[in-house]
Structures are given as structure tokens and as C-alpha cells.
């Protein structure tokens, strides 16, 4: 009977890579501080930044909070992937002006995949984070 127990407490398929993205998704409308555990501290460069940095200067600058009268939620939906990235349509508050495109760009690790790149359109300086 523990073996079933065992089994239902871990992941054996890993981590996909739309599941990445939505996890993303779900730190952009939660609390943000922990959004660097997305990232691969390997090939992300900015990843001691995205760890170490409030999110007020990293996260807030790129995907601008909602403000109170605004309960809009960022929404992340996978258009496309490819062998190292997935391309993907961002809707979210009003002061984020979307619709945009962010190009995801992911690395995989064993069974998870991570992202290590992320760059949005119409966004300056470009990409937000470098692989």
C-alpha cells in the first residue's frame, strides 16, 4: 500500500513545457517573489538578479501589477512551441497594453523543462531576460 502512496507524491512525467509557462502565469498573478524558481540558474544570467532583487524592480517593471480597481489577470496561452522555446500570447491589465508576444526560450533538465529567456514584444530593453 505505500508504493501507490509514494508514487501519487512525486512527479514522474516532469514538468512540460506549457506547464512552465502556466506556472509563470500563476507567479505574475500571485506573489511574484518566487517566480525565479521557473528559471535555470545555469543559462539564465539574470537569474541571481531575478532571485535576489524585489520584485518592484524586476517583475513590476515587465508585467505591471493590477492595480485595485483593476482585478484583470494576466493570462499566458501557449500559441507555438519549438525544440528550445514556446511562443506566447500575454493579455493582462490595462496598464500592461496588450495584447503582446513573449517568446519563451527553455532548457531541459532531466525530466524538467525551465526557461532561461524571455522576450517581449514591443518591449525596451530587449530581452527582459538573457540566456
Not at 2 to 7: C, D, G, I, M, Q
Not at 11 to 33: H, I, W, Y
Not at 72 to 96: C, H, I, M, N, W
Request: net charge negative.
Amino acid at each position: 500500500m505505500l508504493l501507490p502512496l509514494a508514487l501519487a507524491s512525486c512527479a514522474p512525467f516532469g514538468t512540460s513545457k506549457t506547464e512552465r509557462v502556466m506556472r509563470l502565469e500563476n507567479d505574475l498573478n500571485e506573489s511574484r517573489q518566487y517566480a525565479y524558481q521557473n528559471f535555470d540558474p545555469a543559462t539564465t544570467l539574470d537569474y541571481t538578479d531575478l532571485a535576489t532583487l524585489p520584485p518592484s524592480q524586476t517583475w513590476d517593471d515587465w508585467f505591471p501589477p493590477a492595480e485595485m480597481s483593476d482585478t484583470t489577470k494576466y493570462v499566458l496561452e501557449v500559441q507555438d512551441t519549438s525544440p528550445d522555446s514556446a511562443s506566447v500570447r500575454v493579455t493582462g491589465p490595462v496598464d500592461f497594453a496588450g495584447p503582446r508576444t513573449l517568446t519563451v526560450g527553455l532548457v531541459r533538465i532531466g525530466l524538467e523543462w525551465y526557461i532561461n529567456r524571455l522576450d517581449l514584444s514591443g518591449y525596451l530593453p530587449s530581452p527582459l531576460i538573457v540566456q
